[in-house]
Structures are given as C-alpha cells and as structure tokens.
C-alpha cells in the first residue's frame, strides 16, 4: 500500500512538473532533390497543417550538428498534452497518399521519431513568432539516478532570469518515448547565430542573480554538480534555424 502511494504522489508530481509535448524526426533528402523535398513538404504543410483544427508541424533546417548531415531537415509535430500530438503527423483523408506521391520520393532516409515532454520549472520562454528564428539545441545523456543533480541548476534559472531583467529564452525537454529516457534536451533561442558569441549574452548577469538568489558560489557549485550527473556518451550540439513557410503558423 505504501508503495502504491508513492506510486500515485510520482505520477501527479511528474504531471504537474510538465506540459506540453513534442516529436520530432530527422528527414534527409536524397541527392540533387533537396528542393524538390521543400517544395513537396511546404505544399503539404498548406494543405493538410495550416488550420486551427490541423496537427502542428514546425520545419528547422540544421545549420550545424554533431548528429546528422547540414542538408537534412527536422519536422516536429507538437501538442499540448500527450493526447493532442498527432501520430505520424496526422489522419487527414488523403494526407498519406499525397506525402507518397509528392515528399516521400524525395527522401534518402529518417530517423525514428522521439517524443519529449517540457519542463516547466527549467523553461523560461518569452520568445514571440520568428524574431529568434535560431535554436542553439544541447542533448544531454543523465546518469540513471541523477536527474536532480543535473536539472538542480536548470529549474533555478528561470528565477535568475527574471531577476537579471534580460532577455534569454530557453525550452527544457525530457524524453518520454523513441529514445533513452535519460535524454535531456535544451533549446535556447538567438535572433542569429551571432547571439552566442563570446562576451554577447548575458550570462554574467544571470550568474550573478542566481548567486544572489540562492548564495555566493552556488552558480558554480550548482553546475559542477550538473555536469557531474552526465555520462561520458550522447552528449551533442546542434545550431536550426526555423523556415516558418515549411510549418503550421504560429500562435
């Protein structure tokens, strides 16, 4: 009985702590059909993801990655609790036959499709449409048993952030299914890829309203304590960049 307690506390803890989920799927074109492959993907798009009552799929091109090839694409379908995300991208009456006969030819490969739920406590997102058209994403592979060290840091900085008055917008997602659930993955947004460069963001300002928030030291004693939870292999950086014409519209 005990057990079956702290079984249901888990669940309505874990549910509280997230909301809204994604999917999403690396395409791969085949060779000298890249545009083919666009056009093939922003006519579907139009006529089967740009209503209100149609699935939403958003389209990035990968600029840099350290997990596929720089002309692939990355299609995300997206819902707001696990129930409202379309599988495989929807059911609309002749959105199969019509991928077949104008996308799937031109594709060389996907990958298996991983479906991630969003932290809240780790996300602070302010963003509106495509001013931050980029997404710096990091994937993060956590020791079994170390969430809280690794998350620790990332669930304060939204408090930081607000504190520090800047303006920094971040996602945090965990995997739920299609991959390891030890999979973390963070997005942090930039109007281009200039809004990394060194000494252009504003992490000192956070750093030091995190300091002040929860103590002196703690901004580095809390990141040594994340990087400490992560395991040797699955860790990677990707740089997207959003094609608003290939996706639903945005809200």
Same mark, same amino acid.
């Given at each position: 009985?005990?057990?079956?307690?702290?079984?249901?506390?888990?669940?309505?803890?874990?549910?509280?702590?997230?909301?809204?989920?994604?999917?999403?799927?690396?395409?791969?074109?085949?060779?000298?059909?890249?545009?083919?492959?666009?056009?093939?993907?922003?006519?579907?798009?139009?006529?089967?993801?740009?209503?209100?009552?149609?699935?939403?799929?958003?389209? @990035?091109?990968?600029?840099?990655?350290?997990?596929g090839?720089?002309?692939?694409?990355?299609?995300m379908?997206?819902?707001?609790?696990?129930?409202?995300?379309?599988?495989?991208?929807?059911?609309?009456?002749?959105?199969?036959?019509?991928?077949?006969?104008n996308?799937?030819?031109?594709?060389?490969?996907?990958?298996?499709?991983?479906? @991630?739920?969003?932290?809240?406590?780790?996300?602070?997102?302010?963003?509106?449409?495509?001013?931050?058209? @980029?997404?710096?994403?990091?994937?993060?592979?956590?020791?079994?048993?170390?969430?809280?060290?690794?998350?620790?840091?990332?669930?304060?900085?939204?408090?930081?952030?607000?504190?520090?008055?800047?303006?920094?917008?971040?996602?945090? @997602?965990?995997?739920?299914?299609?991959?390891?659930?030890?999979?973390?993955?963070?997005?942090?947004?930039?109007?281009?890829?200039?809004?990394?460069?060194?000494?252009?963001?504003?992490?000192?300002?956070?750093?030091?309203?995190?300091?002040?928030?929860?103590?002196d030291?703690?901004?580095?004693?809390?990141?040594?304590?994340?990087?400490?939870?992560?395991?040797?292999?699955?860790?990677?950086?990707?740089l997207?960049?959003?094609?608003?014409?290939?996706?639903?519209?945005?809200?």
């Open positions: 009985m005990k057990n079956l307690f702290l079984l249901i506390i888990f669940f309505i803890g874990y549910n509280l702590s997230y909301s809204q989920v994604i999917s999403y799927r690396y395409i791969q074109p085949k060779k000298g059909h890249g545009q083919d492959l666009i056009k093939g993907l922003e006519n579907k798009t139009k006529k089967y993801n740009s209503k209100d009552s149609d699935p939403r799929i958003y389209t @990035f091109a990968i600029r840099a990655s350290q997990r090839n720089m002309q692939g694409l990355l299609r379908t997206y819902g707001e609790t696990l129930g409202d995300l379309p599988m495989g991208g929807g059911n609309q009456p002749g959105m199969r036959d019509y991928w077949m006969e996308v799937d030819k031109y594709i060389e490969s996907t990958s298996s499709s991983e479906i @991630f739920r969003r932290r809240e406590a780790a996300t602070h997102n302010d963003a509106v449409g495509t001013d931050k058209p @980029f997404r710096w994403v990091i994937h993060y592979n956590i020791r079994h048993g170390h969430q809280d060290k690794f998350w620790k840091v990332r669930d304060n900085l939204p408090k930081a952030i607000e504190k520090a008055g800047v303006d920094f917008d971040i996602n945090s @997602f965990n995997s739920w299914a299609g991959g390891q659930r030890q999979h973390a993955r963070i997005v942090i947004f930039g109007e281009n890829p200039g809004s990394w460069d060194d000494g252009s963001g504003e992490w000192s300002k956070i750093r030091d309203a995190y300091n002040e928030i929860y103590g030291g703690s901004w580095e004693i809390d990141w040594e304590l994340s990087n400490s939870s992560l395991l040797d292999y699955g860790n990677s950086t990707e997207l960049e959003f094609l608003p014409e290939l996706s639903s519209p945005l809200n």
